[in-house]
């Protein structure tokens, strides 16, 4: 049975390049390609045979649902899925490793922030327990 564009949109729409998949490869056809740019390509294919490759709308929404890390390093504004096909294969990937250690890094500190937080309320829930014995 032959997709409808609909179906061909709404898979363009759920379609993720998770933050963990991001400056990491996988294979495909046999060959080992950059995830970001498997991304790329299998969106801008899905927006044609769905007939929505200049929709600027979901040009939005999917580039909304693209990591941070992604994000942060596109140059210029994607109004076409051609612009944002673009634009994502074009970061070098020293630059997204880069930046996504940068995160990652970032991310690993706020954890730990958390951690300190709870631990200190913790301590002052027992110390307030201990107080009312």
Known sequence: AK???EQYQEELLTLKLEDNEVATTKEVNGTNA????IWARETLRLAKVAGVEKDIGLVWVVHKKLPKVVRKLLKKKCNTFEDLAKEVREPDVEELQKEKED???HRKEEEEREKRVMQQQKVSLADITMRMQ
């Open 103 to 105: 995160i990652d890094e």
């Open 34 to 37: 950059w995830t970001h740019v």
């Open 3 to 5: 997709k409808t564009p």
